[in-house]
């Protein structure tokens, strides 16, 4: 079991940027990929980006790319999201979730394990 916690999330303008942080219970943090979703009002979840348990690769969405950084510190339990160069099509509210037995870079949310409550970015234009 992994309970998960986001934090970070606000109000920013276009341009700007912002650092979201997943903390994680549990001693089997470093056992499970960990990644970013974001779900916009009437959207579907989508994926924003994923790495392995060791922080070795990362897996990006191409809307974010370039832009957006994936990390973890698994002596901390936690994963970064930062975010550069923020647009408005960026808001949404933003997920992380733990996954284990399954490819690190997969987009399905259906196939994360578990998730966080979310935490509200808001770009403005």
């Known amino acids: 079991q992994v309970q998960l916690v986001e934090s970070g999330g606000g109000l920013v303008q276009a341009g700007g940027s912002l650092r979201l942080s997943c903390a994680a219970s549990g001693r089997t943090f470093s056992s499970y990929h960990m990644s970013w979703f974001r779900q916009a009002p009437g959207k579907e979840r989508e994926f924003v980006a994923s790495i392995t348990t060791s922080g070795g690769s990362t897996y990006y969405a191409e809307s974010v790319k370039g832009r957006f950084t994936i990390s973890r510190d698994n002596a901390k339990n936690a994963v970064y999201l930062q975010m550069n160069i923020l647009k408005s099509d960026d808001t949404a509210v933003y997920y992380c979730?733990?996954?284990?037995?399954?490819?690190?870079?997969?987009?399905?949310?259906?196939?994360?394990?578990?998730w966080g409550q979310g935490t509200q970015v808001t770009v403005s234009s």
């Open positions: 979730a733990a996954g284990r037995g399954i490819l690190a870079g997969t987009k399905r949310p259906d196939l994360w394990n578990y």
